[in-house]
Structure formats: C-alpha cells, structure tokens
C-alpha cells in the first residue's frame, strides 16, 4: 500500500473519531448546558420557594402578633364597656334618686310658700287689729279725756287705772 493509503487509513479512522469526539462533546456539551440551565432553573425555584416559605412563616408571624394585639384590645374594650355600663346604670339610679328627691323638695317647697302666705295673711289680720286697737285706745282716751301715756305712767296697764 502506498504511503497515501497507509496515511489516509490512519487518518480516516482518527478522524472519524475526532469527528465522533466531537459530535459528542458537543452533545455533551448541550446536555450539560441544559442540565446547568436545568439545575439554575430549579435552584432559583427552591430559592423562591425558600423566599416565599420565609415570608409566608413572617406573615404568619405577623398575623399572631396582629391576632393577638387584636384578642387584647377586644378584651380591654369589652372590660371598659363593662365598666361604662356599670357607670351608667349608678349615674341613672343617681339621677332617678336625685329627681325623687326633687320632687319632695319642690312638694315641701310648695308646702312652704302655702305656709307663708297663711302666715302673711295672718300677720295682715294681726296688724289690722292692731290699727283698730290703736283707734280705739285713742277713742278711749278722747273719750276719758285725758292723756294716757304708757311711757310715764308706772301702772302698765293703763285702762285698769281709768276707772
């Protein structure tokens, strides 16, 4: 065989295993660029699903402090409005007794205004029988004739000594 064949049987078969080499490197090569965008592709996922579970469990966090603060100010609000009401109900008995209360003093009030107008009219009387009997101890004296003074008379009753 010549040195042309012996040389193309020598290079024909390394390369066709050059070219099979190189056929599947790049195979290969795609497969394991694939794998890589495969494996990128489910790290980011997992990263996501890490991102998420960590906001998902301080959201849940979040939510209990929020529930919690929420259950609290429900149970101080419902002990104030129990408080509120007790308030209430003491101020209307308070005010329930104070208007009884009133209405007794305004019944005695009135009790008190009838008394005094009957003693207003009692005292006219008294001072109307007063005047009359200045006038008559003043006819009785004319009539006598003579002054009678009670100041400078030591008798204190001056009609006993006119007779």
Do not use: C
């Amino acid at each position: 065989m010549s040195t042309w064949q012996q040389l193309a049987v020598a290079i024909i078969p390394g390369a066709l295993a050059a070219f099979f080499a190189y056929r599947a490197s790049t195979k290969t090569s795609r497969i394991t660029a694939q794998t890589t965008q495969s494996v990128a592709a489910q790290n980011a996922a997992i990263e996501r699903t890490k991102l998420d579970l960590e906001r998902a469990r301080i959201d849940a966090e979040a939510y209990e402090r929020a529930k919690t603060i929420y259950e609290q100010i429900l149970t101080e609000m419902r002990a104030e409005l129990e408080r509120l009401r007790t308030q209430v109900n003491r101020m209307q008995d308070n005010a329930d007794r104070l208007s009884d209360q009133l209405a007794k003093e305004k019944d005695l009030s009135a009790e008190f205004r009838h008394q005094v107008f009957v003693q207003q009219q009692h005292i006219a009387r008294l001072e109307e029988n007063i005047v009359a009997l200045e006038r008559t101890v003043e006819r009785l004296r004319r009539q006598l004739g003579r002054d009678i003074n009670p100041d400078r008379d030591a008798d204190p009753d001056p009609l006993a000594t006119a007779e």
